[in-house]
């Protein structure tokens, strides 16, 4: 059997296509070389795992490498220092035998001893007994030793693993006097500077953040669009399709901004679904524009542990999803700012990214998914124009083909229907936000739609519908008179050379007494607009 796409625990170059991650091992291994202790801190499934073990396996040749996983410990181990010393130093133990032929006779000797206090569970073994064994490990190894702790935030709310902290900290600072580490790696999604622990009052040494020795670890750990195009050129060069590499890379690229499993789960459904499922009769018809946009569709309407996630950090901080919902339909620029928990937190779970000093959604696929959630819970008038588009929906595509003008008519009329009383204090967002409401029954099951922030030179735009492979370009605007309308006009045409696409759509929200509402058509030069005014 040869290799698939993988989206459940590391990826196995032998078994899985995968991105080349060694200009990042080589960037982390800068920091080992200089003896720092830092802190890889990323969103769920973000390939720190993947990272991590190829890490391990990348500096095998110059250090002794002991790679552990605190969530293989469970809560139990956690009890107190002696139950915690003892799983550590089995742990420990277990990990440097696989590298035993680098072994001094020294260090054998005291791992002998180790073993020894594990066979007879010595109750006097705490963390201070523990740190002098990996102290005299440290000084007797043929190489310089490296700790790397995954999942290290599974125990963060525990007292026990801030003891540990401490002493590992403060071994790590006395290294040029006491045999310790040559790197500390901890990984984890919470940064473990932001947690609120318990700390017990009075504890001196508990004042000493056993954290802030942590250099910045600025790796960048997303895919770019070349990394994609070279896991892609390896699946090719199996499988044949005919691909344009450079395109899907880009399209793939474009709707996760290289987050890491959202790569690989697009990937997976182009290679494995969208071929049994009967509308892709093989690889190379799923491995197309058509077939992209339709694995999309599939990979927001799953189920699946990361979207789970998400959803359950907004329940569980409400300031974090007042903040989502703000960048989400006011469209309003968030500048960064690192005290702001509810923008930390974004950025520390990955729905968020900083570019430009400014806050913004991490991807399409997050935004979308989170536009959907939010939409589900509007209120009564929502509801009412939710039940007006499923009445509507059969009657809007033909043989395959979505007619938007068709879905603006609709639009048009049931909107004045129920909001005719709006005043001139509605807003674009809101705009944007029934629209959405109105269009997801009409496309669901066969398309999807992002917000589409910016084109290539940086002008605006709203609403991207993809819908079987066309895709449709919509620009929504309030009216504020005839100049600025007609500028409306010019920009959406502009959109369309962007996309290059001939025909447009324009949604008008005109809340004067005397205006015309209805459908219209408008042609800039080669451009055809159609527009509804609201």
């Known amino acids: ?13 032998e078994l899985h296509y995968m991105v080349n991650i060694d200009s990042r091992l080589k960037k982390i291994k800068e920091l080992i070389d200089k003896g720092e202790y830092f802190a890889i801190n990323r969103a769920r499934q973000y390939g720190k795992t993947t990272t991590l073990r190829g890490l391990s396996r990348f500096l095998q040749k110059e250090y002794l490498v002991a790679d552990m996983d605190f969530q293989t410990f469970g809560d139990a181990k956690f009890k107190n220092e002696n139950v915690f010393s003892l799983a550590f130093a089995r742990v420990f133990i277990r990990v440097l035998k696989r590298k035993e032929n680098t072994f001094s006779e020294r260090m054998q000797e005291i791992i002998r001893e180790m073993e020894e206090i594990l066979r007879r569970k010595d109750e006097n073994f705490e963390l201070q007994e523990l740190f002098e064994y990996v102290s005299d490990i440290c000084g007797a190894a043929t ?39 040559r ?10 500077k932001n947690l609120k622990m318990k ?9 000493n953040s056993p954290w802030n020795i942590a250099v910045k670890f600025d790796v960048d750990m997303s895919f770019s669009k070349e990394d994609i195009a070279g896991m892609l050129r390896e699946y090719e060069a199996d499988w044949n399709t005919g691909m344009d590499i450079q395109e899907t890379a880009g399209g793939l690229y474009a709707y996760t901004s290289g987050y890491p499993v959202l790569v690989s789960a697009l990937c997976k459904i182009l290679d494995e679904e969208l071929p049994a499922s009967g509308r892709y009769p093989d690889k190379k018809s ?7 946009l339709e694995a999309v569709r599939i990979l927001l309407s799953e189920k699946n542990t990361l979207f789970e996630s998400m959803i359950n950090k907004l329940s569980d901080y409400p300031q974090l999803k007042s903040m989502v919902k703000t960048m989400l339909f006011t469209g309003q620029s968030i500048l960064y700012n690192p005290d702001n928990e509810g923008i930390d937190m974004a950025v520390m779970f990955g729905f968020a990214s900083v570019a430009d000093n400014t ?20 209120g009564e008038g929502g509801a009412d124009l939710y039940k007006e588009s499923l009445k509507d929906k059969e009657g809007f595509v033909e043989n395959g083909i979505l007619n938007m003008k068709r879905v603006l008519e609709k639009f048009t009329v049931h909107f004045h229907d129920i909001y005719g009383d709006c005043d001139g204090d509605f807003l674009e967002e809101d705009g944007r936000k029934y629209f959405l409401l109105y269009l997801r029954p009409i496309i669901n099951g066969t398309g999807n739609y992002y917000i589409e922030a910016r084109t290539r030179n940086l002008r605006r735009t709203d609403v991207i519908v993809d819908y079987n492979g066309v895709q449709y370009i919509i620009e929504m605007k309030i009216w504020h008179g005839e100049e600025y309308h007609r500028r409306g006009e010019e920009q959406l045409a502009g959109y369309l050379e962007d996309y290059h696409q001939k025909q447009g759509y324009l949604i008008s929200f005109n809340f004067n007494k005397n205006k015309k509402p209805g459908i ?13 005014v609201i």
């Open 359 to 378: 806050v913004r959604i991490a991807n399409r696929i997050f935004e979308t998914r989170l536009y959907n959630l939010f939409l589900s819970e509007l």
């Open 1 to 13: 059997m040869g290799k698939v796409f993988n989206i459940t625990a590391d990826c196995k170059p």
């Open 183 to 192: 790197s500390v790696i901890l990984a984890g999604v919470y940064d473990i």
């Open 143 to 181: 190489a310089p030793v490296v700790l790397i702790i995954d999942e290290v935030d599974s125990a963060t709310n525990n007292q026990v693993f801030l003891d540990f902290l401490s002493q590992l900290r403060a071994y790590y600072i006395d290294r040029d006097q006491t045999p310790a580490f």
């Open 199 to 207: 700390i017990r009052p009075g504890d001196s040494h508990r004042r």
């Open 520 to 532: 219209r058509e408008v042609r800039i030069k080669d451009k055809i607009i159609i527009e509804a």
């Open 286 to 292: 799923a491995w197309t524009q058509k077939g992209l």
